[in-house]
């Protein structure tokens, strides 16, 4: 950094910033989703460094239950490889008054997570697909219907046994973000998975994704994508193959992978029944 510059620290990002964080996240090549980052500065604890009254680095946190996910990790690249990242990191860590951090790592921020004391624990695929090469708009799905505020405390049960704890504040999230959401019930209408769909960029992106078996996932999945004339990116967990080769043979293909990563106790769940995260962000 330059001696006449001036470094006020790290403080809050708070929602006033939110165009500034926008324009950092757009100068680092990240599609913007801007009902994303307001859930987040509203109901997150989130951290901005300053030099000269830019914003040149953000970070954000939201608490669910006992674990904190870490995420919108960035520094503007004139300042990259000055240590930024890694104080932020250990800032946002040291405020939060839990032991368990989880995150979606992109290739860039991997090593700098590693060095922290993060571990691998799974690998996210993202795929893309100018045009959805899917079933029809007018396919019937019978099992699958729209899903609504009813729905939410059989969508949190089946979330927390997916992800091994309580994520209220996610569940809620996802409700608040996606443009669509469905649910696939059994025929004594229990819900067997769920998924939602949002405006990302000028396309779609399609997440989360959760369910007890990779055939109602792929249900949830074709309902989401059913009719869509516009691009859709998907991010789907790596150990689902079936529903990756289910992707690929509908026009999707793969354009970058996160790593998900865990620092402390953070429970393991049911990975069998996460198909999709709400995003890189909230995980
Ligand atoms: C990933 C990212 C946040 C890292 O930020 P950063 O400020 O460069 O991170 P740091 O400086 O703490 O560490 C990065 C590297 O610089 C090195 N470094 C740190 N201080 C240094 C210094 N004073 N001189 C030289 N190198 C230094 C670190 O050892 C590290 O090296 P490595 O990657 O070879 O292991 C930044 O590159 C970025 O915004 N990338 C685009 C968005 C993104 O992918 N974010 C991550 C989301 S998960």
């Keep these: 950094m ?11 990002l708070t929602r006033e910033a939110l165009h500034d964080a926008l324009d950092l996240a757009r100068s ?16 997150g604890a989130c951290f901005a460094l300053y030099v000269d009254d830019e914003l040149v680095s953000t970070i954000t946190t939201i608490r669910q239950g006992d674990v904190c996910v870490l995420g919108m990790l960035l520094v503007k690249d004139t300042y990259q490889r000055r240590g930024i ?7 946002a860590m040291a405020r939060l008054p839990v032991r368990s951090f989880a995150l ?7 090593p700098v997570y590693r060095r922290i004391g993060f571990i691998p624990r799974g690998r996210i695929i993202q795929l893309h697909a100018d045009h959805f090469d899917g079933p029809s708009a007018d396919i019937n799905l019978p099992s699958v219907r729209p899903g609504c505020s009813h729905d939410l405390a059989a969508m949190a049960s089946l979330d927390t046994t997916a992800y091994g704890w309580p994520r209220g504040e996610a569940m809620a999230i996802a409700m608040q973000i996606s443009r669509r959401m469905v649910v696939d019930t059994s025929q004594d209408g229990q819900i067997l998975g769920f998924g939602g769909i949002r405006d990302h960029g000028a396309g ?19 309902a989401l994508c059913q009719g869509a004339q516009e691009p859709i990116t998907l991010q789907i967990w790596a150990n689902h193959h079936e529903l990756l080769a289910w992707a690929r ?3 999707f293909q793969e354009t970058a992978s996160l790593t998900y990563m865990v620092h ?16 890189g962000a909230l995980c």
């Design 85 to 91: 990242g890694t104080s932020m990191m250990r800032h």
């Design 249 to 251: 043979a509908h026009g």
């Design 204 to 222: 779609s992106l399609v997440g989360p994704l959760t369910a007890r078996s990779p055939s109602a996932a792929s249900r949830v999945l074709a």
């Design 264 to 279: 402390g106790p953070v429970p393991v769940g049911t990975g069998g029944y996460q198909f999709a995260p709400l995003s």
């Design 28 to 43: 680092r090549g990240w599609t913007i989703h801007e009902p994303e980052w307001k859930a987040l500065l509203h109901q």
């Design 2 to 12: 330059h001696a006449s510059e001036k470094l006020t620290g790290i403080q809050e």
């Design 104 to 110: 979606a790592a992109t290739s860039m921020g991997a």
